[in-house]
């Protein structure tokens, strides 16, 4: 070695991949662990518990949060959903039509329907109609608006669903068909139809989930006693008693509900992953 060689340093190793990830998902955990405390330390649980845990008040609810409440939830969105998806594929297969028109009228509808809030389809239906057309009612009542407003909404999600899944059927079932001798209609409702809705049904699930959540929308309709769904219930008998209990009630059928729908939907998602592959 000469006077003018200088030693090599041995270089300095940092932190690898592994070790930063560990070490920023244990940070993100801190983090986590520390907002918990925080909350659960600051929080007043006995001011929560009276306003939102009065279990007599509870008890009181029952049975008619489920026989009535939660009875009326269910009709408005089955039959919301019956209306939407009818309307849904009257409208997908008119986005798909050869016939300008149909397409335009199509494209018109589920940008307008999409584009509005669900509460004001609502006040559309309740007022709008009866003073557009005075003295006629809509079949049903109060559920034959529901079911229409909500349908409304529901359609115009529900179609371009339906659209996606009829255009996501390879073209070669149709020709397969239209060699066997079907005509294009009944290929269409026989081959393509049966096949895309099995691409779509988890989508579809998910728009029940959202459309059980829509109905509490009723209450701008102006219903009686003997229709209200559960957000109505529950913000009845919150007035009465003066305590958020009800409401909270209210909210525990929703997730009685919500939460199979979902987990059904991740199944459904699960199992097409796997059918694909």
Not at 19 to 38: D, K, M, T
Not at 136 to 150: D, M, P, S
Not at 235 to 249: E, F, G, H, K, W
Request: glycine share 10%.
């Amino acid at each position: 070695m000469t006077g003018t060689d200088v030693p090599l340093q041995p270089k300095k190793k940092g932190l690898t991949r592994r070790q930063r990830r560990s070490l920023s998902r244990g940070a993100q955990y801190v983090v986590f662990v520390a907002v918990v405390i925080g909350v659960a330390v600051t929080a007043d649980w006995g001011r929560l518990k009276n306003q939102f845990a009065q279990w007599d008040i509870a008890r009181e609810m029952f049975p008619d949060v489920i026989t009535l409440a939660l009875k009326n939830t269910v009709l408005y969105t089955l039959s919301g959903f019956a209306v939407g998806l009818v309307l849904g594929m009257v409208i997908a297969l008119m986005r798909l039509s050869s016939v300008g028109p149909y397409r335009w009228f199509a494209g018109v509808y589920i940008e307008i329907f999409r584009g509005l809030p669900a509460l004001l389809i609502f006040i559309f239906i309740g007022v709008a109609v009866p003073l557009a057309f005075p003295g006629t009612e809509i079949v049903g009542g109060t559920y034959g608006k529901v079911a229409l407003a909500l349908g409304l909404v529901a359609a115009a999600y529900m179609a371009e669903t339906i659209r996606a899944g009829i255009q996501a059927v390879p073209k070669g079932q149709m020709e397969a068909a239209r060699s066997l001798g079907f005509s294009p209609g009944r290929a269409m409702v026989s081959i393509i139809i049966p096949q895309a809705f099995r691409i779509i049904l988890p989508p579809l699930t998910n728009e029940l989930v959202l459309l059980f959540k829509d109905s509490s929308l009723v209450l701008f309709l102006g219903v009686t006693l003997e229709e209200r769904e559960l957000s109505k219930y529950g913000r009845d008998l919150a007035s009465q008693t003066a305590n958020s209990t009800p409401i909270l009630v209210a909210g525990l059928c929703y997730l009685l509900v919500t939460i199979p729908l979902g987990f059904v939907v991740r199944r459904m998602e699960t199992k097409a992953q796997e059918a694909v592959k």
